[in-house]
């Protein structure tokens, strides 16, 4: 059963990754002029990509846990309205990038941050910033799965809740949709008010996604969204990212190549705190021109 | 191979099951001990009528038996017994109890008419009824004749005698208080100095209403009075004695040598009854403890409500804001030591702090009317109630804290990436998610406070309080009042008492209800948090 399953995705992944190459050239041909200023600002990169219309800009950003650099010199634009996978090998540094774009490391005693990170042009680590506004804008879903010891329905209408939504008709919409977005639905409907623990953790993990969806995030950070998750909850994941990303930016860490292959229009390749290769998901996979990436992204890693 | 039965850890199995083997025995044992000696207080045993070898007789209840002790022998080695008799009649011998030695006993013999009568002075009295007068005409003789006379004027009596108290409590009541308020607003104004006689005369007729209203009361009042003492009865003791009473003064009567057993429960739950809802008698050794049941649960009630907020707020700061550091580290011991301190000392410190600190300063800007007379500035239920919120309080910051400790980090970040606040990410996460560590810590400070007495008796606590701490006149909760309390109550009943050997089975009871309030109170608490735990988390995580 399962074999099929998943020669069904493999199909389904052929077709998408087709899609993908044409849009990803049509991109190049159309910028190929605003491309070639930035890389005049940009210099200083280990990689060539240029993103024409970046809604995330991360300039020189280092991470030091207590002294100790997480993250080093970090450069990279990401695509708006795009999926951008992040790979490496575990402890380079992803979460603690991603959890960059939301400051959620402010909250670590001890943590040091420089350079700059701008999120439509706005430089996030401005004083002036107010970081739950910016977190609202972009959203998480977390490595593990962290739902609120409230019920099923608490947890997902949370967010809007925290935006200013009482009207319990509109929550009950949102609540409805989001779950649906994160392929929960048909399996909560009836047990609404029952507590989110008392779901499975591939569930639990879909729970997050809803409660992400549901404040409807321009950018929604995805800590390997999918590592608890059987094939057919996988699957509807990634299509759902596939249709979020018409109108969101999302970011998604994966130690899947093939889900990384597959969903993502772009990849960044991490290696001990540094972005080793950026580019278009292609080119990562098929033509890497870092022999690191080369070995990490065919398994020969290690 | 050989099993090690020491590395797999069995002995140490053993250990823990012995242990709390022992801690169930030691903690049956006491609570065997309290019922068996504080619920057979109630039950109406039979009346022995005891003839010695001398000729003399005793009447009354068998109390207790024991080995006859030897002066100089620490323990009894005698064979003979002796027997304790109940012989109540304090009025004629001046003792309630009477030690008989077995082999002096020539019969015990449990006559059919034997009387008890309760009454509301002199504790019980034994012996046969010999007549009945009414308005000093006799109605009634012989105990055959007289029981069914007196059975039916009893219940006629105990209306009447709710009657007065309706009136005194409530009536007269309303009255003095009416009078003291009009006193104090009197008072008010002379303070003023303003130019404000004709108020005052004003008021002073309302004064001369309401007393008018009190001597109207006061002779309906005597009237009724008149009406219990109409009828008197005689009784004779075994020793011939005669007394007369009048039947005004009888609570109960019955005759438990010619009662069934159905009979018998049915005294033994109305005294029951009696105890758990009934005003004190004759210094606290008859009667009921209802205003000791009602002062110790609206305390604990009370510190619940000042120490839940206090404690979690307290602790939610050192975990939550305060920069944690060498001075929180220090904080937090110091708290968890606070939790050592000698509850005494917690009430040496509000008997300065609460009642000369806060309570007399409040007494001298808004109650100055009623000065020398201290309202807040005297022991009362608050004081004590916030007394006891401070000595529990340690158990609530240290419960809470670690209840903190528990939540995930990642549940706190989950909510704080949502775009929620550190203040909505507390109030909504964060303390649901302690919750249930909370009630577990409210539920050791109830336990905690209910036990205790020490702070009490200096902080409130009387022996005997004129009025509940709740009542019709508004406020209707006045906090300010002395209440009772059942562990002051066991003290006092115990070691105060001028009847101790009379009042001793009574200590038993109250204890009982006490331990009964704690587990009752603490049910509550534990029912909340489980219902709490099943909305919130898995079943048994
Ligand atoms: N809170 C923290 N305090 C100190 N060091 C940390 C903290 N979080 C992460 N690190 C360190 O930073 C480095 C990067 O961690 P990070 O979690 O970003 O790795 P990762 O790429 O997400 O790994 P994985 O794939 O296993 O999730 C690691 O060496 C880790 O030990
Ligand atoms: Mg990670």
Redesign the pocket.
């Known amino acids: 059963m399962e074999v099929i399953l998943n020669l069904a995705s493999v199909q389904g992944n052929i077709l998408k990754y087709n899609q993908i190459l044409k849009k990803s050239d049509q991109l190049i041909k159309q910028n190929l002029e605003d491309k070639k200023q930035d890389s005049i600002r940009k210099e200083g990169r280990s990689h060539q990509l240029e993103i024409s219309d970046p809604i995330v800009e991360i300039e020189n950003l280092t991470l030091e846990?207590?002294g100790?650099p997480?993250?080093i010199d970090i450069l990279i634009d990401i695509p708006k309205n795009h999926a951008t996978a992040v790979i490496?090998?575990?402890?380079?540094?992803?979460?603690?990038?991603l959890?960059c774009l939301n400051r959620l490391n402010d909250l670590?005693d001890?943590?040091t941050i420089e350079g700059s990170v701008k999120i439509s042009g706005e430089d996030i680590y401005d004083s002036n910033i107010d970081v739950t506004e910016l977190r609202k804008r972009v959203g998480m879903v977390f490595?593990k799965s962290n739902p609120f010891p409230k019920s099923i329905y608490e947890n997902v209408a949370y967010g809007p809740r925290l935006s200013g939504i009482k009207n319990s008709t509109d929550l009950d919409e949102i609540v409805e949709n989001s779950l649906n977005g994160a392929a929960l639905w048909e399996e909560v409907k009836d047990r609404l008010g029952e507590s989110a623990l008392s779901l499975s953790g591939g569930q639990q993990q879909r729970l997050c996604i809803a409660r992400a969806i549901a404040v409807e995030p321009e950018v929604l950070l995805m800590?390997?969204p999918c590592s608890d998750l059987d094939p057919i909850a996988t699957g509807k994941i990634e299509d759902l990212i596939t249709e979020l990303k018409q109108n969101y930016t999302i970011v998604i860490?994966t130690?899947n190549m093939q889900q990384a292959a597959r969903v993502s229009d772009y990849t960044a390749f991490?290696y001990l705190?540094r972005i080793i290769e950026y580019d278009i998901t292609e080119n990562i996979f098929l033509r890497p021109t870092n022999k690191q990436t080369e070995d990490y992204v065919s398994g020969k890693f290690g | 191979m050989k099993k090690n039965s020491w590395k797999s850890g069995d002995p140490f199995i053993w250990l823990t099951g012995l242990s709390l083997v022992f801690s169930l025995i030691m903690i049956g044992g006491l609570l065997f001990l309290i019922m068996y000696k504080g619920l057979g207080f109630f039950w109406p045993s039979d009346i022995a009528v005891i003839e010695l070898n001398d000729g003399t007789y005793y009447m009354g209840e068998i109390s207790n038996r024991e080995k006859k002790p030897e002066p100089g022998e620490a323990v009894a080695k005698n064979k003979d017994s002796r027997i304790q008799l109940k012989i109540g009649n304090r009025d004629l011998y001046g003792l309630d109890f009477k030690w008989i030695d077995e082999n002096q006993i020539k019969s015990i013999e449990y006559p059919k008419d034997a009387v008890v009568l309760e009454r509301l002075e002199w504790g019980n009295m034994y012996g046969f009824i010999k007549g009945i007068r009414s308005d000093g005409t006799t109605i009634a003789t012989g105990n055959v004749e007289s029981w069914p006379v007196l059975k039916s004027l009893l219940p006629k009596t105990h209306e009447i005698h709710k009657e007065i108290k309706r009136i005194e409590k409530k009536k007269i009541g309303d009255i003095n208080y009416n009078i003291s308020q009009l006193r104090l607003q009197i008072r008010k104004l002379e303070l003023e100095r303003g130019e404000n006689k004709s108020s005052i005369k004003k008021l002073e007729e309302k004064i001369e209403d309401q007393n008018k209203l009190f001597q109207e009361e006061e002779s309906k009042l005597t009237s009724l009075y008149k009406q219990l003492n109409q009828n008197r009865i005689t009784i004779s003791t075994i020793d011939g004695r005669e007394k007369e009473m009048s039947i005004g003064t009888i609570v109960r009567a019955y005759r438990p040598n010619s009662m069934s057993i159905f009979e018998k429960l049915l005294i033994y739950f109305s005294k029951l009854w009696e105890f758990v809802s009934g005003n004190p008698r004759e210094a606290n050794t008859e009667g009921g403890v209802f205003p000791a049941i009602f002062g110790t649960v609206l305390m604990v009630v009370i510190m619940s409500i000042v120490v839940l907020p206090f404690g979690v707020l307290a602790a939610l700061y050192l975990r939550e804001y305060a920069k944690q550091g060498l001075l929180v580290r220090i904080v937090r011991i110091c708290v968890n030591n606070l939790a050592g301190v000698p509850s005494i000392v917690f009430g040496i410190f509000a008997v300065g702090f609460f009642i000369y600190g806060i309570g007399g300063t409040i007494d001298s800007l808004f109650f100055k009317e009623s000065l020398p007379t201290p309202t807040l500035g005297t022991g009362g239920i608050l004081w004590a109630s916030l007394t006891l919120a401070l000595l529990t309080v340690p158990v609530v910051i240290v419960a809470t804290e670690e209840g903190l400790a528990a939540v995930p980090r990642a549940v706190k970040e989950g909510s704080l990436a949502l775009g929620a606040t550190k203040f909505e990410t507390t109030w909504k996460v964060m303390i649901p998610s302690a919750m249930p560590a909370i009630l577990t810590g409210v539920i050791l400070a109830i336990a905690r406070a209910t036990g205790e007495v020490a702070p009490l008796m200096i902080t409130g606590v009387v022996k005997l309080a004129p009025d509940l701490p709740i009542d019709s006149h508004f406020p209707f909760i006045h906090l300010e009042r002395k209440f009772m309390h059942l562990g002051f109550h066991i003290y006092d009943v115990g070691f105060q008492s001028p009847n101790v050997e009379a009042a001793k089975p009574m200590i038993f009871t109250t204890t009982l209800l006490l331990i009964l309030i704690v587990v009752i109170l603490n049910l509550t608490a534990i029912i909340i948090r489980n219902y709490l735990r099943k909305k919130y988390t898995l079943p048994g995580v």
Request: proline residues 4%.
């Open positions: 846990y207590d100790k997480a993250i490496g090998p575990s402890g380079c540094g992803k979460s603690t990038l959890r670590i001890g943590v490595q800590d390997e860490v130690h991490m705190g």
